[in-house]
């Protein structure tokens, strides 16, 4: 059966440059299924970043609607986004984005204190961090890692506090063609092992190869919408 995750119609986004109006997003029609784990792509200023923010809640449609995890984000204070990012959404950026002053255990356990786990925090990240095969880094900082190794951690902080869904804008836009592809392997089996939707931007061809969906953005528009065979994955 399939569970929609992220369902767009006519989603369109303006940004308000000064003087200029930039339509980053035209009438975009999208919707995102459970368990998949797909790849958007195209050009830069296709808007690939601007449909992962409004995915995430992180800026609002100027028309058009949106839903995510059944959430009608129109509908959402800003507040209420910010719970729906905590509580059913994983992020990953291009820049790892930790918290340079804790350590990578901390860094973890810092996004489930957020969420209200109180005494189960320090087990739950020993589990991620060792499932990941991170725990020799736990006590590290996160400038004593490699761009790499800071990446798996920011999937494991993503990933943490169990979401439905993780949106990872050019998460290996920072790493060489090896450490993309150990960041690729470890999101696709936390899709298939744990039934975590992933939806990421990418310009990199040796990630899409990963992707079983790979979207096309063009000028703000869906280009193309490919779902590969289970076996070419
Ligand atoms: N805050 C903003 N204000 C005005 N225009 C913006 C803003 N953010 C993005 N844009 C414009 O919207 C369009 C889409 O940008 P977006 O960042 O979504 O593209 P992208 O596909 O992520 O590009 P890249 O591959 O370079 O990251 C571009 O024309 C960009 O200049
Ligand atoms: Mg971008």
């Not at 996160?142 to 990872?168: C, H, M, T, Y």
Request: glycine share 6%.
């Amino acid at each position: 059966m399939t569970v929609p995750v992220i369902e767009a119609q006519e989603l369109s986004k303006i940004y308000d440059a000064g003087r200029m109006e930039v339509q980053a997003l035209h009438d975009v029609n999208m919707t995102i299924n459970k368990g998949e784990f797909t790849a958007i792509v195209g050009p830069s200023g296709s808007g690939k970043t601007t449909l992962l923010n409004l995915f995430g809640g992180l800026d609002t449609a100027t028309s058009g609607s949106l839903s995510v995890v059944d959430r009608d984000i129109a509908l959402l204070s800003k507040r209420q986004r910010a719970d729906m990012r905590l509580h059913y959404l994983g992020f990953v950026f291009q820049a790892y984005n930790l918290v340079p002053v804790l350590t990578v255990r901390e860094n973890v356990e810092f996004v489930l204190e957020l969420q209200g786990v109180g005494n189960e925090r320090s087990q739950r990240a020993r589990e991620v961090l060792d499932e990941l095969g991170l725990s020799e880094f736990a006590d590290r900082r996160p400038n004593e890692l490699s761009g790499g190794q800071q990446q798996r951690v920011a999937v494991a902080r993503a990933i943490a506090s169990r979401p439905q869904l993780v949106l990872a804008d050019e998460p290996t836009a920072n790493l060489d063609g090896e450490n993309a592809e150990i960041l690729l392997t470890m999101m696709r089996r936390l899709n298939t092992e744990h039934d975590i939707t992933f939806v990421f931007s990418t310009h990199d061809p040796r990630v899409v190869a990963y992707a079983q969906r790979v979207i096309t953005l063009v000028d703000g528009c869906v280009d193309k919408d490919e779902t590969k065979s289970i076996d070419s994955c």
